[in-house]
Every structure is written in structure tokens, then in C-alpha cells.
């Protein structure tokens, strides 16, 4: 029996952050992803679509919107200390959690055998006012899926090992939960400007938009709720991104 991935302590963390779309990963958490890239922790995003329904300026066919807004996931994953974004080109607006999707984050997740995996949150169907882009839910299923069982064992998806694709286990995973459900709570307030900055690269879906104010909100909603649950290190914190925590234990 070999040890897929016993992790050496001595290396950097290996993470991936697999989403629906571009501008998700800056949005939701791209201030912790540039305080663990200065950290030296070695990150890789994965988008399964390429935003491909993401406007409605009749300039852009779908194939024109895919390639700018790839160049623009790019250009913020740079920003952010980022090297490696990889686009699973499914279609916008379109993405179910059948075996397929399961599938290819399960080869991406073999491919690169990150240490812990960001994703979003596949019961978070409505919040407030707010209704889930659907993409989020099925992005979200479908990643938890490939990181337990299919990444993790050897007789699942078995032409994958015909690929040269041993089986992989995921030690940790960051949930985008909703408010009630996050329990790990990041202190990102020396970020929020690269947040802003990743962000402005993103200017097809920024148009005259500045979300500045509203991630400053939801940063500062953050560190509150932390510090009302009596987190470690909340009374310092003035902006936070906030996930659910699960520590697999491999
Ligand atoms: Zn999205």
C-alpha cells in the first residue's frame, strides 16, 4: 500500500480553488487567497465554466466573452500571487453535478493533489433577498463529490488511472457557506485592497460598478460575526472572510 499523499510539513500547502465561474473565487474569497499566496502556499484555481453567459452587451458572441473573461480570470489570479488557473470550459448557466462534472474536477484534483480545496456551498440555495446562481450549487455538489469518494478512491472512475492518475486525499475544505453554517473565520483585513484590485480586473462584469463598499460590508459582517461567536483572534480583526471548516483528517 503507498502513501498517496502523507503530507511533508516542511512543504508549502498545496490549494485549489475550484468554482463555477470567473470573478467567483475574488468575490467570495480573494482576500485569503492572496494573504496564503504571501504565506508561500501554492494555489491553483479552477473555474468550471468560463462565464460564457456572464453579459448582455450585443458585442459579445459566447466565444469572445469566454476568452476575455478567461484573460481577465488571469489577470486577477496574478494579481493575487496566483500561477495556475485552470478553465474546465463547461457551459455557463448550463453546469449540472452529474458524473461528467464529477468527473473532471476529480482528474484536476488527481492531477495537482492539493492539500485543501475552497468550494462553494451546494445547500445554499437562497439567503435573504439573494437566490443562488444555480451554477453555485451544482459547482459546489460536484466538488465535494470528487473530493469524497472519487478523488479519494482507487476503483472510481478507473480509466482515470489509466491516465496515470492515482487516487488523491483532500485534507481540508473551505466551504462558502451562508452565515449560519461558517465556523473558520480569516482575518483579511491587510488584503482587502488586493481583493479590490483582483476584483477591477474583472471589468467586463464591473462595467461602471465599484464593489468596494459592498465587499467592505461583507468583510466587515464577517469579523462582527466572529467576534459574536467569540472566535480566536476576533477583537483584532476588522475585515474577515468567513467558510465552513472541515478537516477531513488524513
Ligand atoms: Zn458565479
Redesign the pocket.
Same mark, same amino acid.
Given at each position: 500500500m503507498t502513501e498517496h499523499n502523507a503530507r511533508d510539513l516542511n512543504s508549502p500547502r498545496r490549494v485549489m480553488a475550484i468554482m463555477? @465561474?470567473p470573478d &467567483?473565487i475574488e468575490f467570495i474569497c480573494g482576500a485569503t487567497i492572496a494573504k496564503w499566496a504571501s504565506e508561500g502556499q501554492e494555489i491553483t484555481f479552477v473555474l468550471g465554466t468560463s462565464g460564457d453567459k456572464g453579459s448582455d452587451d450585443p458585442n459579445y458572441s459566447s466565444e469572445k466573452l469566454m476568452q476575455t473573461r478567461e484573460d481577465e480570470q488571469r489577470a486577477a489570479a496574478d494579481v493575487l500571487g496566483v500561477k495556475e488557473v485552470v478553465f474546465l470550459r463547461m457551459r455557463d448557466a448550463e453546469l449540472v453535478a452529474d458524473l461528467e462534472t464529477r468527473k473532471k474536477i476529480t482528474r484536476v484534483i488527481r492531477q495537482h493533489k492539493p492539500d485543501a480545496v475552497v468550494c462553494q456551498d451546494p445547500t445554499a440555495r437562497f439567503q435573504g433577498s439573494y437566490i443562488q @446562481?444555480p &451554477?453555485?450549487v451544482a459547482m459546489g455538489e460536484a466538488v465535494l463529490a470528487a473530493i469524497y469518494p472519487s478523488a479519494r478512491d482507487r476503483l472510481t472512475f478507473p480509466d482515470l488511472l489509466n491516465e496515470g492518475l492515482e487516487p488523491h486525499k483532500v485534507s481540508e475544505v473551505y466551504i462558502a457557506a451562508g452565515d449560519d453554517n461558517v465556523d473558520h473565520f480569516i482575518d483579511t483585513s491587510a488584503f482587502l485592497e488586493k481583493k479590490f484590485e483582483a476584483l477591477k480586473a474583472h471589468a467586463s462584469q464591473m462595467g461602471d460598478w465599484n464593489p468596494q463598499d459592498m465587499i467592505a460590508r461583507w468583510s466587515r459582517d464577517a469579523a462582527a460575526i466572529a467576534r459574536t461567536r467569540n472566535y480566536p483572534g476576533a477583537e483584532e480583526m476588522e475585515y474577515a472572510e468567513a467558510f465552513k471548516y472541515i478537516n477531513i483528517g488524513y
Open positions: 463555477a @465561474h &467567483d @446562481h &451554477d453555485h
